[in-house]
């Protein structure tokens, strides 16, 4: 057998910066004319020789080798991010491989880089105009790309001709269609200026640039408004230690998927659980729909992310087999169409969980009745669903598939098939963040707030299925206002309809409209600023079957809260745990919250009375302790 000779030259360990691996060194086989054909082989591919060059220094230690004049080699190319084996290996004359070189190979992930170029590359911009320039990634083009300077975020338009890039970046594709141009001009805002790029796989990078922007003005935006005012920090309390206990079966490889991204409240459920099993013992793997670098939401996730499309392919878990159990979060048709092949591929356990009646979402987003729907056959619905909804067949034939169901209410028990094994699942609150606050009076003051204003706060989204009783929320908050009590709404989430109308205009002036804050742990400060809390709405086929998000979270900040009768309502004592009404609409909210103030006594036993339910019934440990014997009962 042919003896092989070989080094290399490259700093060790291999550090490959921006995702591009280079190494050089040389290879030969005693006694053959021309050197082997060299590769680097690792678990995420293989790289060949791309460049070969004479090395006079290994024909003078090896004067007898004839290839040893012209053995020198470079390897250049890319590999995914990662810390990998990586072996050198060179091709025998058989045609089989053989390592000469074994040693470890970290690989950076690309770099973002971007530069503004218009109207400059550096200074101070004062007036309001397009920004233009280049955002580049080697590996894929960017998507989506925005403009972000103090509370401005401007999107882009992206993939414009860039000519004069590829000689820069040579090897890369896309450079030529790197350059992009703000779509709209800048409106009023103060601060260094940062480019946000999206790219095709989910990932999100921010560039920073020399530039800064101080446009005092726009249509929007009043000259009065000192955008340069310096911030007023709210309270801050430190995160509350949250202690796991071990669990008491054998640990388990679990799969969560979700029907859309870890920004959605379905996510808030699944994180609460997944970190505290992941926390006993288990091993805990979450799939979303779209968007993955939404899990930077979450504060310290102690699960895996990943995507449907990479759930798909099969999903390996650190012990080297796949999951035990796949939870479907629902029955809507990306889930389902994702979690019923990976079960049968993994012959794992299938539970789906259930949140809301499916049926009455679907009739009102499409605004048909169910029963129309129902009536309707496979082919027409397949067509007429979409991915993020149930479909009427086939979600009955999933919930008839699964080895067990959990639900968020008893009341969703009845779309359960007969002697199904099941579990009431009962939602919490983050208890490293929401707690008991007091009112930060001082920040009141500095907002302007004279000392009576009622304080609300509500967060989530409005869609089709809520938007009448946020409706009804504010009608309460001008109701208030109009007759002489002074009532500001905190709203943060987003629109998806529009559900004031003609209430728009008058009831603006008493809203304080945050937007929607990313991170859900940024939401206590604010909420602590709240006099009362209100879930708006009344019993009927929507509410009569959810159990909303924000409900654990309002009562674990000590605030009384205001509610109906219906779902968590029917648990609840009126005047003792809650404020509870029979209708939660505007009349009703406002006369709740008039007589609250006249009441102080009644103001401190509901505030008491919330904290004592919230830690008797509200808890991600005691929920996923009860999941994990559920699931060991499956299992077994």
């Given at each position: 057998m042919s003896r092989l000779h070989g080094e290399i030259e490259s700093p060790r360990p291999l550090h490959a910066r921006d995702g591009l691996v280079s190494v050089t060194g040389w290879c030969l086989l005693a006694g053959h004319a021309e050197p082997p054909a060299v590769r680097l082989a690792t678990s995420a591919g293989?790289?060949?020789?791309?460049?070969?060059?004479?090395?006079?220094?290994?024909?003078?230690?090896?004067?007898?080798?004839?290839?040893?004049?012209?053995?020198?080699?470079?390897?250049?190319?890319?590999?995914?991010?990662?810390?990998?084996?990586?072996?050198?290996?060179?091709?025998?004359?058989?045609?089989?491989?053989?390592?000469?070189?074994?040693?470890?190979?970290?690989?950076?992930?690309?770099?973002?880089?971007?530069?503004?170029?218009?109207?400059?590359?550096?200074?101070?911009?004062?007036?309001?105009?397009?920004?233009?320039?280049?955002?580049?990634?080697?590996?894929?083009?960017?998507?989506?790309?925005?403009?972000?300077?103090?509370?401005?975020?401007?999107?882009?338009?992206?993939?414009?001709?860039?000519?004069?890039?590829?000689?820069?970046?040579?090897?890369?594709?896309?450079?030529?269609?790197?350059?992009?141009?703000?779509?709209?001009?800048?409106?009023?805002?103060?601060?260094?200026?940062?480019?946000?790029?999206?790219?095709?796989?989910?990932?999100?990078?921010?560039?920073?640039?020399?530039?800064?922007?101080?446009?005092?003005?726009?249509?929007?935006?009043?000259?009065?408004?000192?955008?340069?005012?310096?911030?007023?920090?709210?309270?801050?309390?430190?995160?509350?230690?949250?202690?796991?206990?071990?669990?008491?079966?054998?640990?388990?490889?679990?799969?969560?998927?979700?029907?859309?991204?870890?920004?959605?409240?379905?996510?808030?459920?699944?994180?609460?659980?997944?970190?505290?099993?992941?926390?006993?013992?288990?091993?805990?793997?979450?799939?979303?729909?779209?968007?993955?670098?939404?899990?930077?939401?979450?504060?310290?996730?102690?699960?895996?992310?990943?995507?449907?499309?990479?759930?798909?392919?099969?999903?390996?878990?650190?012990?080297?087999?796949?999951?035990?159990?796949?939870?479907?979060?629902?029955?809507?048709?990306?889930?389902?169409?994702?979690?019923?092949?990976?079960?049968?591929?993994?012959?794992?356990?299938?539970?789906v969980h259930l949140e809301d009646n499916e049926q009455e979402i679907l009739a009102l987003t499409l605004r048909r009745s169910f029963a129309e729907l129902d009536a309707l056959d496979d082919a027409t619905l397949d067509a007429l669903v979409p991915p993020d909804l149930s479909h009427p067949h086939h979600s009955r034939a999933f919930l008839a598939a699964a080895t067990g169901v959990t639900h968020i209410t008893e009341r969703l028990a009845e779309f359960v098939p007969a002697a199904k094994s099941r579990l009431t699942l009962t939602p919490a609150a983050d208890a490293r963040c929401f707690f008991p606050r007091p009112v930060p009076r001082a920040f009141r003051r500095q907002l302007g707030l004279p000392p009576r204003t009622t304080v609300l706060f509500y967060h989530g989204n409005v869609h089709a299925a809520n938007a009448a009783e946020v409706r009804e929320l504010y009608a309460a908050v001008l109701q208030l206002n109009r007759a002489g009590s002074s009532t500001l709404l905190l709203r943060t989430g987003l629109d998806a309809v529009d559900f004031l109308g003609p209430l728009a205009g008058e009831v603006a002036p008493h809203v304080l409209s945050l937007g929607q804050i990313l991170h859900h742990h940024h939401l206590p400060p604010l909420m602590a600023l709240a006099d009362f809390f209100v879930q708006p709405g009344r019993a009927d086929a929507f509410n009569d079957y959810r159990f909303p998000s924000k409900l654990p979270e309002f009562f674990a900040l000590g605030r009384p809260v205001i509610l109906p009768r219906t779902n968590l309502g029917l648990q609840l004592r009126h005047g003792v745990d809650a404020y509870v009404l029979d209708q939660a609409g505007a009349a009703g909210i406002a006369a709740a919250i008039t007589e609250?103030?006249?009441?102080?006594?009644?103001?401190?036993?509901?505030?008491?009375?919330?904290?004592?339910?919230?830690?008797?019934?509200?808890?991600?440990r005691r929920s996923a302790e009860a999941l994990a014997s559920f699931y060991a009962g499956l299992t077994a």
């Open positions: 293989a790289l060949p020789l791309t460049a070969r060059h004479p090395r006079r220094d290994v024909a003078a230690q090896r004067p007898r080798e004839p290839a040893a004049a012209h053995c020198g080699f470079t390897i250049t190319g890319r590999l995914p991010a990662g810390v990998y084996e990586a072996r050198l290996e060179a091709c025998l004359p058989d045609g089989s491989w053989r390592c000469f070189r074994a040693l470890s190979l970290a690989v950076e992930p690309p770099h973002f880089r971007a530069g503004i170029e218009l109207p400059a590359a550096t200074g101070t911009i004062t007036r309001r105009l397009h920004v233009e320039g280049w955002a580049l990634r080697h590996d894929q083009p960017v998507q989506a790309l925005s403009v972000r300077y103090g509370h401005q975020e401007i999107s882009c338009v992206v993939g414009r001709r860039r000519p004069d890039l590829p000689a820069a970046h040579p090897g890369v594709a896309h450079a030529a269609r790197a350059g992009f141009k703000s779509r709209t001009i800048l409106s009023a805002g103060r601060g260094p200026v940062r480019l946000k790029a999206r790219f095709a796989d989910g990932s999100v990078e921010i560039a920073r640039s020399l530039l800064q922007v101080d446009v005092a003005t726009d249509e929007n935006h009043a000259a009065s408004l000192e955008l340069a005012a310096p911030r007023i920090p709210l309270p801050v309390a430190p995160l509350q230690p949250v202690f796991a206990q071990p669990i008491q079966t054998r640990p388990l490889n679990l799969l969560f998927i979700l029907p859309g991204s870890f920004a959605a409240n379905s996510a808030l459920h699944v994180a609460g659980l997944a970190n505290e099993l992941a926390a006993a013992g288990h091993r805990c793997a979450v799939a979303v729909a779209h968007d993955p670098s939404t899990l930077a939401h979450h504060l310290r996730p102690s699960f895996t992310a990943l995507t449907h499309a990479q759930a798909a392919a099969g999903v390996t878990f650190p012990d080297g087999r796949g999951p035990d159990v796949i939870h479907a979060w629902t029955t809507r048709e990306n889930v389902r169409r994702l979690a019923l092949p990976l079960a049968a591929r993994h012959q794992a356990r299938l539970v609250l103030w006249r009441d102080p006594a009644l103001r401190k036993r509901l505030g008491t009375g919330a904290t004592a339910f919230a830690a008797q019934h509200f808890s991600w």
